[in-house]
């Protein structure tokens, strides 16, 4: 399978919201230029998707190997935190950001070894970091917001780079790279194989252990990444609610990209364009009109209905009347 | 009839599994279904028993056409099924399993004692009188086999479908589920069987339908057609039996590893074992006597307790499977589901997995000499299959084996340990297989070889060593290696030494 052909049920529900949201928003797609600064909706969606967008290329990872990680959100918070501390120590914005990476990487090894050499569920292991990573990041920040006025840190969540805010610049090289690393080197088949038989592979030499830990750690990294553009968009670092309940959003968007919640095959770009359509569902809702009530029964339906018509199920059948159709004219 | 199935026909993309498909079955009959791997037989059965829509074609049952869509359909229309692997709970009790789903109810709650007086008579009616309130893994493999049938005929009653059930089987356990089978013959059931051991078929059967490429070939009673008739049928050509091999020359071949004292308690007794380059050691024994245990143990699956591994060049480390690679080691797991395939995965990437994991993640092999490990070897083995890139759960389970094969002689390991590599694999093929593996020790490849069959120890061993209660009790070499020794010395009852 090619990639286009695997991500084009994304890009064809994608494209089917942008229309239904330009009817009821006929600028939806208009860009404008203020102060050498590109605005619009379109804009708008693209930097506001980076934190979903980061924690869905690790979580894609976790999840083909039959795990998921639901510490990330609290793991945003954490390195958000960290960063925060260190530039009012006095501490420079490289300094910061190594300080934040190297955290998520922590947390990424600590939830990787429970899984793979200690033998917890995913569910539970990474539970355990949600619940008492909050406490941490609650720690750093002393039960305060912590506010910074370091400019380059800023950047890195509100500036703007070739055109595009520098967010977007963030996920988009994160997650090619990503793709361009699994594909281009056998890890991707490797996960693969873990993720649906990890007994097979074992036995047929693959290093299962390492390479669960090195997910759980690639996703501790990007959730860092994610940690770091919220809280320098911000300029400060909020521990009871940065990253909150994004592990829903970024698990959301891994399934939307098609993804098998069991493990096995899986597509990086699919689970970024899931990022982008819920994003997109969010802001259209917005732009549209409706009451900000209705924003999460719309959001819900229409989630819905794009998991019903990507379902084996519905596939199956699909593929089944297709194939006989097929048979039908080759017969006559 | 009791069963009448017309033009049954079932498409997957690249493949007529089945094409236009006749088929009788009365009532009192045992039925064999017959065909190389990829024929269509599991196929044929999945659109019976609901598993699978079919694409064309009419069921009638007792002269009513029906439509199975499920498999609890099925069961509730009259047809049960047994599969190779026992598809029962291991963790329950027998008495749950027998009831399960349908357990006597008093006053709203299951009634533990009518379950288990129930699960008694009705396991009498099989001659098993056992304890229905142990855990049914407790219990050998035949008598789980045994339990799954008296569920299934529980439950439907008119026709019982059986594939490959006794494949894990020993002698004495084949003859007792044949026992069983047999007594509900007699009592009126249809009863479809599906198996690669002809003796069996023989044995048991009274008619045979043979498939080739998801066609009929024939339908005839039994009696009367010789075994290489069959065999013609089956495979559409003669076939040229493997033939046991004259008394090996490779004794003369100076020893290539050695095991000291290797054992592991209470799995296996220590033992030595010395293996030449290009040598075929045997491992005989019943069923749990230690022979896959061995195997796992030499793997670093279980690894080694006491004892030591060595080659000319020094200790080998042995402590898991990827140490055993790098020292050389390959080992073809018995149960190729749980052990062996990564169903998802396509061919190409079952073939090349051993492979690319030894090489590392960073060095990604070419595809291009993917692509052509792969073609090599869905010829050599001829794995049928309408390209490399299928995934390897949609082959046909015979066709599921060839390629785990494939991905350990891909690897080109010294030693290589298989664990009943034919199980499931039709006589063509089997042939084909024995024929590669001597070819493959012709060029220096030693091997340690697992089988339940007798005959294809004494076609390729050149030694057989014969295991009894975990522990190795004694070897047989060149001359002595030989169907009738190796059964004694299994029994105890030879003066095999
Ligand atoms: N789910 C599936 N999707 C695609 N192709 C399939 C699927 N199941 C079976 N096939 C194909 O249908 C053909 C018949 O397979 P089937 O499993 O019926 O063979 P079989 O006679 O049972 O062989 P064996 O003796 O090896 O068990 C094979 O070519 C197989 O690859
Ligand atoms: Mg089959």
Redesign the pocket.
């Known amino acids: 399978m090619t990639v286009l052909s695997r991500i084009a049920p994304q890009l064809i529900v994608l494209a089917a919201l942008i229309a239904l949201v330009s009817v009821f928003y006929p600028g939806f797609l208009s860009i404008d230029i203020q102060n050498g600064r590109p605005v619009g909706p379109v804009i708008d969606i693209l930097k506001r998707s980076a934190p979903v967008a980061l924690l869905a290329v690790g979580m894609t990872l976790v999840i083909a190997t039959r795990g998921i990680d639901l510490s990330v959100g609290t793991i945003m918070a954490i390195c958000g935190a960290a960063a925060a501390w260190a530039l009012t120590q006095g501490l420079g914005a490289g300094a910061a950001i190594a300080l934040a990476l190297t955290a998520g990487l922590a947390a990424g090894l600590w939830n990787g070894v429970l899984v793979a050499v200690v033998g917890i569920q995913p569910f539970v292991a990474t539970l355990i970091l949600m619940t008492m990573g909050r406490g941490v990041a609650q720690l750093i920040t002393e039960g305060r917001i912590l506010t910074f006025t370091d400019p380059g840190f800023g950047w890195v969540g509100s500036g703007v780079a070739l055109g595009l805010p520098v967010p977007v610049w963030i996920w988009l090289a994160t997650a090619i790279a990503v793709a361009v690393i699994m594909r281009r080197t056998a890890l991707g088949l490797l996960v693969e194989a873990v993720g649906i038989n990890r007994r097979a592979a074992h036995l047929a030499g693959v290093n299962a252990t390492v390479l669960l830990i090195a997910v759980y750690i690639a996703s501790g990294f990007c959730a860092a990444l994610a940690g770091i553009v919220v809280t320098a968009d911000i300029r400060g670092a909020d521990a009871n609610n940065a990253g909150l309940w994004l592990e829903l959003d970024a698990i959301l968007a891994v399934v939307i990209g098609g993804n098998s919640l069991l493990g096995g095959r899986f597509s990086v770009a699919a689970s970024v364009l899931g990022a982008l359509i819920i994003q997109t569902i969010s802001a259209g809702i917005l732009l549209a009109g409706f009451a900000s009530e209705y924003n999460l029964i719309i959001k819900a339906g229409l989630v819905l209905i794009i998991l019903v018509l990507q379902s084996p199920r519905i596939a199956s059948e699909w593929r089944l009347w297709r194939d006989s159709h097929r048979a039908e004219r080759g017969r006559t | 009839m009791l069963l009448s199935i017309r033009s049954l026909t079932k498409v ?1 993309p690249g ?1 007529r ?1 089945l094409d236009d498909v006749d088929l009788d079955i009365a009532a009192g009959e045992v039925h064999a279904l017959l ?1 190389e ?7 044929l059965i999945k659109c019976l028993t609901g598993a699978y829509l079919r694409d064309g074609g009419t069921i009638t049952l007792e002269g009513a056409p029906i439509d199975p869509r499920s498999t609890l359909q099925a069961q509730e229309l009259g047809i049960g099924t047994v599969y190779q692997e026992v598809n029962l709970l291991p963790n329950l009790t027998v008495a749950q399993n027998l009831m399960f789903g349908r357990e006597p109810r008093r006053f709203g709650l299951i009634d533990m004692r009518g379950m288990r007086s129930q699960a008694r008579a009705t396991l009498a009616q099989y001659g098993l009188s056992i304890d229905v309130d142990r855990d049914l893994g407790s219990y050998s493999v035949a008598i789980q086999q045994i339990v799954a049938i008296a569920r299934a005929v529980e439950i439907s009653g008119k026709v019982l479908i059986l594939d490959e059930p006794t494949a894990s089987l020993d002698a004495a356990e084949v003859a007792m589920v044949f026992d069983v089978v047999r007594g509900l013959r007699d009592r009126g059931m249809a009863i479809v069987f599906v198996s ?1 051991f002809l003796d069996q078929v023989f044995d048991l059967a009274d008619r045979v339908t043979i ?1 080739r490429n998801g066609r009929r070939v024939a339908s005839q009673p039994i009696v009367g057609l010789s075994r290489m008739a069959l065999v013609e049928q089956m495979l559409g050509r003669a076939l040229e039996e493997v033939v046991a091999s004259p008394a090996p020359e490779a004794e003369q071949a100076p020893a290539m590893l050695h095991f000291d004292g290797i054992g592991r308690a209470g799995v296996v007794a220590p033992f030595d074992l010395t293996v030449a380059a290009g040598e075929v050691v045997g491992l005989a024994g019943l069923l749990g006597s230690g022979r896959t245990e061995t195997a796992e143990m030499l793997f670093g699956i279980r690894p080694a307790q006491t004892g030591t591994a060595r080659d000319a060049d020094g200790p080998l480390d042995l402590r898991h499977p990827r140490a055993a690679i790098a020292a050389g080691f390959g080992f073809a797991p018995e149960d190729r589901k749980t052990d062996g395939i990564v169903a998802d995965l396509s061919i190409r990437e079952n073939i090349i997995l051993g492979l690319q994991a030894r090489r590392g993640w960073a060095r990604p092999i070419p595809r291009a000499e993917q692509n052509r490990l792969a073609d090599d070897y869905i010829r050599q083995l001829d794995i ?2 309408s390209g490399r890139e299928k995934p390897i759960g ?6 599921q084996q060839k390629a785990v094969l494939a991905r350990w002689l891909a690897m080109n390991p010294r030693f290589l340990i298989l664990d009943e590599p034919t199980r ?1 694999i ?1 006589v063509g093929a089997h042939a084909e297989i024995l024929r590669l593996i001597r070819t493959l020790t012709d060029k220096g490849l030693s091997l340690l070889l697992i089988s339940s069959e007798l005959d294809e120890l004494v076609a390729v061993a050149d030694r057989v060593i014969v295991l009894r209660d975990r522990a190795h009790v004694a070897q047989l070499t060149g001359a002595a290696v030989g169907a009738d020794a190796i059964m004694h010395a299994i029994a105890g009852t030879g003066d095999a030494a």
């Open positions: 997957f493949t599994a065909g791997n990829g024929a269509g037989k599991s196929t690669h498939l049928r299959t949609e082959l046909s389970g015979g066709n499931g039709d």
